[in-house]
């Protein structure tokens, strides 16, 4: 059995019209609208791709949270990674910088790593972090950096690699954490009064973390909450059951990506993530400073920090965003892609002003890819 066998029923016409007409109907004795939330770039490109939002009741919405760990990524933090190549090469040292390919053209106010390699500095663009270990050990005089952006989806390799590398004793191969934690986040928007009453779960974090890393959230504010796969029927069966559990007041978590996603989740790949990251305070991009959602290496394993072998001083004030750039507004939920003035005219993926439209799950790039102009 292939993968197209396992997904078909999940893209069949037939049950997507099913469930769209079971939407429809409890949609018609629920009080007031309702406002479903979900973290993740795989699922706003299935939910646009397939044209799910024409097809729901207007009292049904669905709006993009900060799922793009990329656009989230800040600007003080690539700005002293760049600082960082540049002191080195001053020093005499030549630091070979690893990264992924949307992180790779992110705009900042000193320009992005594509604009640090038009300048001589080796930056590649890798597929995953294994390839930067390959790249370490080809290169064993060379100090090579992975800048390490992500949620748990990410991290968890992140945290793989670095113990094979410790065990390997591999000196040369060091990391830039700006991976984040993708519940702890929605919980800062949801003490910030971000309305959100229902909750859309993104299925790969999910296999890290389990259906128990959501559960504080509906213990703790009453929120449903769906673990959903990444095909269109996946979707729209999450967006029927939440709006059940919405109308009945059930506030809970419902696994229904059983084919890949376990209560527990990888627990291989928690213990590895908590043996290498602590928990700390950390600044999402256009969003502000969100208490306890970062992830930075633990002190003992402060060598494989890049942050610690060079110190510099990164200028204060640096503008997150273009001026009249609403990717704050797209990442919070708050605006559509379509209601920036500069989407699609001055913002575009070859010339982007925003985090939001360079990305691969940027909601804006999703909405230009698929031709949501208006």
Known sequence: MGVEDVVRPYRDRGVARKLVEKIREEAKTLEGEIRIM?????????????????????NVRVVSGPGCPVCITPVEDIVAMQMIMKKAR????????????????IPTPVGSFA????????VRVVYSIFDTYRIAKENPDKTVVHFSPGFET??????????AVVNEGLENFKVYSVHRLTPQGVEVLIKQKSRIDALIDAGHVSTIIGVKGWEFLSERYGIPQVVAGFEPNDVLMAILLLVKMYKEGDGRVVNEYKRSVKYEGNVVAQR???????????????????????????????????????????????????????????????????????????????????????????????????????
């Open 154 to 163: 990410t991290t968890a390799p992140t945290a793989g690699m670095i113990n």
């Open 38 to 58: 979900h973290v993740c770039g795989t699922h706003e490109d299935t939910i646009t791709r397939s044209g799910i939002r024409s097809l729901l009741p207007k």
């Open 272 to 374: 590895l993530i908590d043996k290498y990251f602590k928990v700390v305070d950390a600044k999402w991009r256009a969003l502000g400073v969100f208490p306890g959602t970062g992830l930075e290496l633990r002190d003992e394993w402060k060598e494989l920090d890049i942050k610690n072998l060079y110190d510099v001083d990164v200028p204060k004030n640096l503008p997150d965003l273009e001026k009249g750039c609403l990717c704050g507004a797209v990442l919070r939920g708050l605006a559509l892609p379509t209601d920036c003035p500069h989407f699609g005219k001055t913002c575009t993926p070859r010339y982007p002003i925003g985090p939001c439209m360079v990305s691969y799950e940027g909601t804006c790039q999703i909405f230009y890819k698929y031709g949501v102009l208006f």
């Open 115 to 122: 604009d640090l390699k038009s300048e001589g500095y080796d």
């Open 90 to 105: 001053e020093e005499g040292n030549e630091i070979i910088m690893t990264t992924f390919g949307d992180m790779y053209k």
